[in-house]
Every structure is written in C-alpha cells, then in structure tokens.
C-alpha cells in the first residue's frame, strides 16, 4: 500500500483539488492508497479565530461560520455532479450545525479551552477530507473515509497530543487486516486523533504530515508521498533564499535535522515512524506533478554536499543560568530540563559555556513566560543563597542551523560558517553543534536572519555565483550612465566573474526607488519619478532594515549630505562606493575614521574617482604603497574641467569668450554643478588631498596652498551671478592667456604633492606657465595627468594619462569600484 498527504495549499482552492483527483485517480488503479488530507489553506487558523470570537462574547462568530460555510459548499458545487451535489451539501450543513452548536456553547461559556480548541480545528480536516471523499466517488472510484479519530490514539495534551504508536499500530492493523475492508481508496482527515476519553486531539500545527507517517508506518507501506506547493525539499526556505535549490536525495538523519530547525516543509515528528520502519518519504509538488521531488531515504547520497540545507526558526529566545556555584549544585543540568519538561516547554538548543558556569538553552518565544517561572522557582534556593543568578532572558533572536551528515568528515565547516557570518557583521549569540555533528547552529539576532541565510546559502551552495546588492544615491547624469552600464554589462559579470549584481535601490535627493528583488532597470526613470518622496536618511535607514548580504551603497552625488551617512553604512557593513569627494576630503581624523570603519566592519570603501574620474589613479597608488614603494612627489594636472577650458579658450582670439568656454564645459558635463568648485581650485585640492592622503601623509585641507586666478567677486552668489561676473572679468582672463601666450607657454592648473628634505609634506595648486618641454604641454581636451616619483620611479615618473571627466568615464570608474568591493 502507498500512503499520499496532501496539504492544505493542495487542498486550497477547487482548481488544485482538481489536481489532487487526477494525481490519486492515476495512482488507485494500480495498488490501495491512503490519502491523507489537511483542512483547506487558512482553515484550521480560521477555527481557532472563530473559538476566540465565541469566547469573547461577540456575535461576529456567526458570520465567520457562515464564511466557513459558504467556502465549504462551494468546493461542493464546484468538484461534484450536479446529481451528487445535495448529498454532498447536507453533510456539510451537519457538519456546520455540529460547529454552531460548539460555538455556542464557547459564546455562552466565555470559554475556549484548549479541548475545544481541537474539537473546533478538527471539523477543518473532516470537512475537506469528506468532501474530496464524496469528489472521487462521483468519479465512481472504490473509496470509504476513514475516521483518523478513532485510528490514531493519543495522550490528552490538547493542541500537541503525543501519540500512542502501539494502540494506534492495534487499531490502524485491525482495521486493515479486517477482509471486509478492502478497498481501492482510504480517505482520511489528516492532523486529528482522540485521547483514552474519546475527546479530540490535534497532533500539532502542521501534524497531518504525521499521521500520513503514522499511517504509513502501521501499515508498512511501500511508500509515503508528501505532496506541497514546492518541487521538494530546498536547501533553504525559498521565501527567504530566492536562490534555493531543490535536494533531489537526503536522509531521514538530515530531514529531521532541518525539519527540528524550522524547515515547514516537513512538520517535525514525521519523520521517525517512516525511518523506524526504512519507509522511503517523497516530497512531490501538486502544482508540478512530474518534477521528481525529494527523495528522503536512510542513507546520505555520496555527493559532493558537505552540507545539503540551511534551516532558520525565528521568535527564539535564550534563558540563561549562571552563577559561580552552578558547579556545586547536584544534579543542576537535569534540574533545569525537567523544571521545563514540566511545562511542556521544548528545548531547541543547548549550548554550556566551557567553564561551566553558565548555561543556555533557546526556546519558542510564547515559552518565556512560563520557563522563567519554572526556572526560578525550581532554583528558588539557589537564587537565595547566590549561587545561581535568577533565568536570565534575552529576546528578539532566531536560530539558524546548516545540516549534513558529512561534516563531520569536513574540517572547517564551522570556521566557514562563523568567517562568512563574522566578515558580514552579524553577531553571533551563541553557538552549539550536534554531538552527532550533522549540525552546526548559531543564535543570532532575529535581524540578521535573511541576510545570514543568503549569505549562508552563497557561501555553501552557489560557489558559482555571488549576489550583490547595489543602491545607488544620485541619479543624474553619472548615475544615468552607471546604470545602463551595469544593465550592459551583467551577463558578462555572471558568466566571468560570477558576481550577480543586482540594482535594489535608486535614489534622488528626493525620492527613492526600492526593490529588494532587483529593480526592472528598463523603466527606472519613470518609476523613480512616480515614487513617493523620501530623504536620504530615509533611504538609508531602509538600507540598514534590509540587512541584505554583499550590499553596497554608490554615492554619484556631491552632497554633503550624502557623504555624512557613510559611517551609519560602513557599520553595518554595507560597502561604500563613493564619486563625491566630500567625505574623503574632509578633517582627515573622518576619513580615518571613515576608513576604519570600513576594515572593522569588512566593507569596502572605494572612492576611485575622486581623481581623475576613472581613471586608474587611486588603485595604482594603493597599489604602490601596499607594495612596499613610497611616493615623494606627485605631479599633476588633475581638473579635466580646466584643462578643458584653458585648451579651448585662446584669449578672445576664436571670438570665444573664457565665459563661453566655461559654460561649454558645463554644458557638456565637465563640471561640478557649481563650476566655481573646479575654476576657484577648490577640487583639485580635494583631489590632491587625498592622494596624499591616500600616500600615507595625513594631510588637512587647510595645509594646501591654493594660488587661485579666479577673482574674488566671482564667488559671491549663485552660479548665475556668477556667469555675469565671469563676463566682466574677461580682461582678466585675457591677460592671463596673453602673459603665457607671449612667453611661448599653455596654461595649466598644476597640482603638486611633495616631501622636503625635512619630511614635511606640502601641497600646492594653481596656474602655471606650461614651456614646450614639459609633460604637461601635449595635454589636450579634457585630459588629466598624473606623475607619481616614488622610490621605485625616482627620476622617470609613473605616468597616467586620459580622459578626467566625463559621464561616462566616471560612471566606468564607479563600476570598476563596484566591482572590486563585490569581490572583497
Ligand atoms: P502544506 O500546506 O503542503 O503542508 P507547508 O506550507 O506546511 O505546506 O510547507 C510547504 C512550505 O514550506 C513551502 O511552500 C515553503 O515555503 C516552506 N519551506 C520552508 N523551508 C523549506 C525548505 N527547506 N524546502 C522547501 N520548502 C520549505
Ligand atoms: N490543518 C493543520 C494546520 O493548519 C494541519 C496541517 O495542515 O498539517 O496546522
Ligand atoms: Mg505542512
């Protein structure tokens, strides 16, 4: 004989019970089947709400029935023949009347005890399986309905009654043995049982999963079929890890290893009646009938899975005792677990500090209250006398467990498992591990569960690819192009460096868009528009309550309020890619700070192209530096925008004014928004700043000299009072080009970084007359140079030469950032 459950979402709706039929249907004309039903999706949490109504006294029960009702009748209506159907609808009017009668008692009573609760729950599987009952025999297949209740014996622990597997084994074989009971088809209410007094019992949320076990093992079935809404058992819950994979095979062993911690898809007792009895257990999918599924069997498959799932249970709690006496107490340990045996209060997790003087155990949230209780009264004494410390409690934490039997074959299991967790920031609580080593578990914050189990899941299962989460500040003209750059550009990362990038967020300095699945990047810029609005700090806060895994936040702004939440970033971990010069040039204890952070937290924070856009100037200097050179002097024209407008203005000469050069560069996205920034030299002093910086000499704004050739009157007011005084200060430009002009020179805006003989560091910008000899002569449109002397280049500089500014160079560079602080 072949036992099939199917579960509530199977049975949820008339088009999948529809699927049901015809799976069972192919199946009953080769061997007898049991099929066990779970009530209709959302039932059984309806039945409780409905008692509580009751007991509360408000009339509103009678409409909830009445909804039951009309759920029910229509499954009828829709799954019957009209000629079956008045058969079918008067047993469920009974049934209902039977629920009515119930519920007034509770409203009359005030009272939902727990023996009622089940009585009320277990009208969800009667009705479901009744009514799939009278579906296959309208098909005219030989069927009977089977009474789980008076088959499955329990204790009388109402809502989670234990079973009574030898007078359940009596009953289920007598029945079955009995030749006047010979059919094709069994139908039977999965979930419910009955105690010695014949009053109901339910076997726990999620229990019809057992009683198709208990069924299967009386019966010594071939094979027990688990039939859900997913392809199989996954190597995590895949409405966390959208990655998770299906596990084709996996033992009992491991099954019940993540079923304990929190996978739902396999309610937790289920399995050891079917492995007692080396019954094989298929997971099948209702909605995919032909995908194989899982099969769950004695032994671990051979394969190359060292760990085959990833489990979580959310809502845990720690109760800890300690106290300096703990060891002078006889019999503590036991003491402790039965005073929460008692109460019934499972324990998930045990872990003893190796000193002894402390121990810990996690338990359901809904627990804490009673185990608190117990615990203390038991040690009631102790606590006097001050050997022991009263429970301690902490809250808000969840549980997180890989499984596999070969790890225990597998050093460092556990040392990958704690360096992925450790290098994300997320704090580990507490940490216990098998003594059968088919699992390794750690308390964690109920925060960090999401990303600890994609980080968990990348870390053991998809070796071939890293996800990476990217939000991006800025959405201009840098952050247009970046976008549609990476949106080029992905299938490439994923094939060669096996890095998934996703866009999750977009933010301007007023709106942001957040899509934690991956933002459609084809429409962005209308969505971004219809977005509701939204500060920055918003937009980072919402990027602190994701606490997705490898997240990095890209700055292509020029605000400083923008540079002032890198540190709340770094801090939790998210990396920092940044185009805005404002943080790493502000008082260098920040940008210490800054960059401290970063190495604390194991984030990157990458800021390429605050020089030179993308060019690869930053990277070289580190490069130089982590290799053991030391930079003496650093050479350079660093301002795309004025080597822009000092190549393209002649003095008047073209007939274009230095005004007209200047709003050209503008025009053409060579400029900051406030141009003042690249012409006072207040840019190339940041740049300059933090190459120094970044050489290793801890340099402040304030010691760089900044010879500037723009008038004074030109920084009063806005950008447009601006242009209007540029215009008056032709003559002054003019002469500027002239002088040059008549000593044979270009102009440049030169930046210059040096180390004395003394060892003091200087820095230096401003305008200079560039002789024919110079390196700096042959510099054309908006190009920057940089010569770097360092002890491995004394005379003969290393030299970087290109494009340094542009949309579309910068935004290359902020990519080229993105994709090194993916692969930290
Ligand atoms: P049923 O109503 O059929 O009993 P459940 O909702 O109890 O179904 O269990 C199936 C659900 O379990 C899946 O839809 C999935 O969301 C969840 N789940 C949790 N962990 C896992 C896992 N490791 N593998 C597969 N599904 C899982
Ligand atoms: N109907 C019950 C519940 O919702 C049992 C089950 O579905 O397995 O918990
Ligand atoms: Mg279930």
Redesign the pocket.
């Known amino acids: 004989m072949q036992v099939l459950k199917?579960?509530?979402?199977?049975v949820g709706t008339t088009d999948a019970i529809s699927k049901v039929i015809a799976i069972v249907k192919a199946r009953v004309q080769t061997k007898p089947i049991i099929v066990v039903v779970?009530a209709m999706?959302g039932v059984t949490d309806q039945f409780i709400l409905l008692g509580q109504t009751a007991a509360q006294g408000n009339e509103g029960y009678q409409t909830m029935i009445q909804s039951l009702a009309q759920k029910h009748e229509d499954a009828v209506l829709a799954l019957l023949p009209t000629a079956q159907q008045a058969s079918a609808l008067s047993m469920v009017k009974e049934l209902i009347q039977e629920i009515e009668s119930h519920c007034a008692t509770i409203f009359n009573e005030g009272i939902f005890s727990l023996r009622m609760q089940d009585c009320l729950m277990s009208y969800g599987e009667i009705l479901s399986s009744k009514i799939i009952a009278a579906a296959f025999e309208a098909e005219g297949v030989d069927q009977v309905w089977l009474d789980s209740r008076s088959m499955i014996k329990t204790n009388s622990a109402y809502s989670s009654a234990v079973v009574d597997r030898a007078l359940t084994n009596q009953s289920i074989q007598a029945y079955f043995t009995n030749p006047t009971n010979q059919h094709a088809l069994y139908m039977a209410p999965g979930f419910i049982a009955s105690d010695a007094a014949g009053h109901t019992t339910t076997l726990g949320r999620?229990g019809?999963?057992y009683s198709g076990a208990i069924y299967a093992a009386s019966i010594n079935a071939s094979i027990l079929e688990?039939?859900?809404?997913?392809s199989?058992?996954?190597?995590?819950?895949?409405?966390i890890v959208n990655n998770?994979k299906e596990i084709p095979r996996i033992s009992y062993q491991e099954a019940m290893e993540?079923s304990h911690f929190?996978?739902?898809?396999?309610?937790p007792p289920t399995i050891q009646p079917v492995m007692q009895a080396h019954i094989p257990l298929w997971?099948k999918n209702t909605f995919e009938p032909g995908h194989p599924g899982t099969l769950i069997e004695n032994a671990s498959p051979k394969d190359n899975n060292v760990i085959r799932?990833i489990?979580s249970i959310k809502d845990i709690c720690l109760l800890s005792l300690e106290g300096a006496g703990m060891l002078a107490i006889p019999g503590f340990t036991k003491r402790l677990f039965d005073a929460l045996a008692k109460k019934q209060i499972g324990i998930i997790l045990i872990t003893q500090s190796s000193s002894e003087h402390s121990i810990s155990v996690g338990v359901s949230v809904q627990d804490t209250h009673l185990a608190k209780i117990a615990v203390d009264a038991e040690f009631e004494e102790e606590i006097n006398l001050q050997l022991l410390e009263p429970l301690i409690i902490e809250k808000e934490l969840s549980i997180i467990a890989i499984v596999g039997e070969q790890m225990r074959n597998h050093p460092g299991v556990s040392g990958k498992m704690f360096s992925v967790l450790g290098n994300n920031g997320i704090n580990i609580r507490a940490i216990a591990q098998g003594s059968s080593e088919k699992n390794i578990t750690a308390v964690i914050e109920a925060q960090d569960v999401h990303k600890s189990m994609n980080l968990l899941h990348e870390a053991f299962f998809e070796s071939a690819y890293k996800q990476v989460n990217v939000y991006i500040a800025g959405a201009g003209n840098v952050g247009s192009k970046l976008i549609d750059q990476i949106k080029k550009q992905a299938n490439y990362l994923q094939n060669h460096l096996g890095l998934q990038i996703k866009i999750v967020g977009i933010a301007n300095s007023t709106k942001q868009l957040i899509n934690t699945e991956g933002i459609d990047v084809s429409h962005w810029a209308d969505e971004l528009a219809a977005a509701p609005a939204s500060s920055i700090q918003e937009y980072v806060a919402v990027i602190v309550h994701h606490n997705l895994p490898n997240s990095i936040f890209v700055d292509v702004t020029a605000h400083a309020t923008v540079a002032d939440t890198y540190a709340q970033l770094l801090s939790h971990s998210v990396s920092v890619v940044a185009c805005n010069k404002i943080a790493c040039s502000s008082p260098y204890v920040h940008y210490a700070k800054l960059k401290s952070l970063a190495q604390n937290h194991h984030a990157a924070f990458l800021f390429e192209t605050n020089v030179g856009a993308g060019l690869p100037i930053v990277s070289t200097l580190n490069d130089l530096i982590h290799s053991g050179d030391t930079i003496h002097k650093i050479e350079a024209v660093l301002s795309g925008t004025l080597n822009f407008v000092f190549n393209h203005y002649a003095g008047g000469a073209d007939g274009k004014t230095f005004t007209q050069v200047v709003k050209q560069a503008q025009d053409e996205g060579y400029t900051e928004p406030d141009p003042r920034l690249d012409l006072g030299g207040t840019d190339v002093m940041r740049k300059i700043l933090i190459l120094a910086r970044e050489a290793g000499y801890p340099l402040e704004m304030e010691d760089t000299v900044n010879e500037s050739f723009l008038p004074a009157p030109c920084f009063n007011g806005s950008v447009a009072d601006f242009y209007i005084e540029l215009e008056k200060q032709e003559p002054h430009f003019k002469q500027l080009y002239d002088a040059a002009a008549a000593a044979g020179c270009k102009l440049k805006f030169i930046a210059k970084f040096e180390k004395d003989a003394n060892g003091k560091a200087t820095a230096k910008v401003g305008l200079q007359h560039i002789q024919p000899s110079s390196d700096f002569y042959h510099l054309y449109g908006k190009d920057n140079l940089v010569l770097f002397y360092t002890n491995r280049y004394p005379e003969l500089p290393l030299v970087i030469k290109g494009a340094g500014a542009g949309a579309d160079v910068t935004a290359s560079g902020v990519f080229a950032d993105i994709i090194r602080a993916a692969r930290v």
């Open positions: 199917f579960g509530g979402s199977s779970s999706s999620g019809s999963d688990i039939w859900t809404d997913v199989g058992m996954m190597t995590a819950d895949p409405r998770a993540l929190g996978a739902k898809i396999i309610y997971i799932g489990s």
